[in-house]
């Protein structure tokens, strides 16, 4: 029997293939020193992602 995907885990999904397209490497270079939303602007990532990262970087 096949499980539907609701809109929650399709939201999610898209998340995840989004940050899949940054450069890491840039990424922590910039962190530290430009905001969340220009972190956000400049990856073209939501800024719910750009905080989702920074949360576990910090773990």
């Known amino acids: ?9 399709e939201h999610v999904n898209s998340h995840i293939n989004q940050l899949m397209g940054i450069d890491f490497h840039d990424f922590i ?4 020193s430009s905001s969340t939303m220009e972190l956000a602007e400049e990856f073209g990532v ?14």
């Open 1 to 9: 029997m096949m499980m539907r995907h609701g809109e929650k885990s």
């Open 46 to 59: 939501p800024l719910r992602s750009v905080i989702s990262l920074r949360k576990k970087m910090k773990r």
């Open 29 to 32: 270079q910039k962190e530290a």
